[in-house]
């Protein structure tokens, strides 16, 4: 099975700090996204690659930057925290061309106070 | 653009009886449809999909059909269980300017009761 590990369950942060959130997928797969998910919102797309060191804008990529630098590990940086930021944050991954969805990570509830 | 909407929730059901979730969606082309399950604390899982029109994906006991004419994609199941309590995400893959882009529902919180 496909596996998408994310480095942290929980977070705590304060404002303006920096934050990086790490995924790793180990089934060679050339996508990888990071979503966040928030109450009546749904899932909305940060960033998102297909393939190393590329990166798009998904719909709300502001105060997000991404490094693709391996393909197996996509990360999430917050450059200067804000409490907007507080949310779940959800990595996934899926093989380029294949019609089967997405696997996800078991998700990062980053807290900035 | 696209999107999806599904019926708002938290539904809460008691143990074996039916379960509709519905969906429907807004595409300019022909989208790939699914719905994914989040158990507690945990991340989406896929559970089941459809490709084309008149498809009918199904997975553990839920259904659901690819309805074009009424742009529909309703999760059923005959019977829950309490093991089936979790949140169901509705969402569809389009190709936009060579991507694949996928939209999701806002999610339908669905709680079984014994």
């Known amino acids: 099975d496909v596996k998408v590990t994310q480095s942290s369950r929980y977070l705590v942060k304060r404002t303006g700090e920096k934050v990086f959130l790490e995924c790793v997928q180990d089934?060679?797969?050339?996508?990888m996204f990071w979503y966040r998910q928030d109450p009546g919102l749904g899932l909305r797309l940060i960033y998102f690659s297909y393939d190393v060191k590329m990166k798009e804008k998904g719909d709300i990529p502001e105060g997000y930057s991404v490094s693709r630098e391996k393909k197996e590990r996509f990360s999430l940086i917050l450059e200067s925290a804000s409490t907007n930021q507080t949310s779940m944050y959800l990595c996934a991954s899926r093989a380029a061309g294949s019609n089967y969805g997405y696997t996800f990570g078991s998700g990062t509830r980053l807290t900035v106070v | 653009g696209d999107s999806v909407t599904q019926m708002e929730g938290p539904v809460t059901l008691s143990e074996e009886a039916f379960l509709t979730i519905n969906c429907t969606y807004t595409a300019t082309g022909y989208p790939s449809l699914f719905w994914y399950v989040q158990y507690p604390g945990e991340g989406l899982q896929l559970l089941l999909k459809a490709t084309k029109a008149d498809d009918k994906g199904s997975n553990k006991g839920f259904e659901a059909t690819y309805r074009k004419e009424t742009t529909s994609f309703h999760l059923e199941k005959g019977s829950v269980q309490v093991s089936d309590s979790a949140v169901y995400f509705c969402a569809l893959r389009e190709v936009r300017g060579g991507y694949q882009k996928v939209t999701f529902g806002t999610g339908t919180k669905l709680q079984v009761i014994p």
């Open positions: 089934m060679d797969h050339e996508n």
